[in-house]
């Protein structure tokens, strides 16, 4: 007697879990593989973004650098990087087409997502971490009107205007397609 039918597995339908039949858990974790998937760039590389933001921070923490305010300038390769990566897979995902104001939506709302959640991450750190933030005070030059929630928006718009600037500036640079004429 065949019970197969009765073991529960998982499936992917657009980004999320179904239960299924008949299959094995092993072959639909293959399906789940991130970097073939086309409708999730901008959400892979923000995350991809985030956690390398992440990283940089407790190691830039962990050398007594974190309040050194001026090193937030390294933040912006790790957004290029990113970006571009994003751009790059857009690309592969999409027969090797490019389209500008596509690569322009891609790239925006990939920083966008990449720094919006740094900074989320940013302000439940400064509210867990009150030292910290003292020394973010002591050092900024408007630090005596500074709390948790302006540190993290600070960080968000710093972040957002940072990507949007790279993906103007990458789109520039990198080969993207022509248009066509108007028929």
Same mark, same amino acid.
């Not at 500008?100 to 709302?109: D, H, I």
């Not at 408007?142 to 990458?170: D, P, V």
């Given at each position: 007697?065949?019970?197969?039918?009765?073991?529960?597995?998982?499936?992917?339908?657009?980004? !999320? !879990? *179904?239960?299924?039949?008949?299959?094995?858990? *092993?072959?639909?974790?293959?399906?789940? $593989?991130?970097?073939?998937?086309? $409708?999730?760039?901008?959400? /892979?590389?923000?995350?991809?973004?985030?956690?390398?933001?992440?990283?940089?921070?407790?190691?830039?923490?962990?050398?007594?650098?974190?309040?050194?305010?001026?090193?937030?300038?390294?933040?912006?390769?790790?957004?290029?990087?990113?970006?571009?990566?994003?751009?790059?897979?857009?690309?592969?995902?999409?027969?090797?087409?490019?389209?500008?104001?596509?690569?322009?939506?891609? &790239?925006?709302?990939?920083?966008?997502?990449?720094?919006? *959640?740094?900074?989320?991450?940013?302000?439940?750190?400064?509210?867990? $971490?009150?030292?910290?933030?003292?020394? /973010?005070?002591?050092?900024?030059?408007? &630090?005596?009107?500074?709390?948790?929630?302006?540190?993290?928006?600070? /960080?968000?718009?710093?972040?957002? !205007?940072?990507?949007?600037?790279?993906?103007?500036?990458?789109?520039?640079?990198?080969?993207? $397609?022509?248009?066509?004429?108007?028929?």
């Amino acid at each position: 007697r065949n019970t197969d039918h009765l073991i529960p597995t998982f499936t992917t339908r657009h980004g !999320f !879990f *179904a239960i299924s039949s008949q299959r094995s858990v *092993a072959m639909n974790l293959r399906k789940l $593989d991130l970097w073939n998937r086309a $409708d999730m760039i901008p959400q /892979i590389y923000g995350t991809l973004i985030t956690l390398a933001l992440i990283v940089f921070f407790f190691i830039m923490y962990a050398a007594g650098l974190v309040a050194v305010l001026e090193l937030r300038v390294l933040n912006f390769f790790i957004m290029l990087a990113g970006v571009y990566l994003a751009m790059r897979q857009y690309r592969r995902t999409h027969a090797g087409h490019l389209h500008y104001f596509r690569g322009m939506a891609v &790239g925006a709302s990939t920083a966008a997502i990449g720094a919006f *959640a740094f900074a989320f991450f940013t302000l439940l750190y400064l509210k867990i $971490d009150p030292n910290l933030m003292a020394r /973010i005070i002591e050092r900024a030059p408007m &630090g005596r009107y500074m709390n948790e929630y302006i540190a993290s928006f600070a /960080i968000a718009l710093e972040g957002l !205007f940072s990507g949007l600037t790279i993906t103007y500036l990458l789109l520039n640079v990198v080969e993207t $397609d022509k248009a066509t004429e108007p028929t």
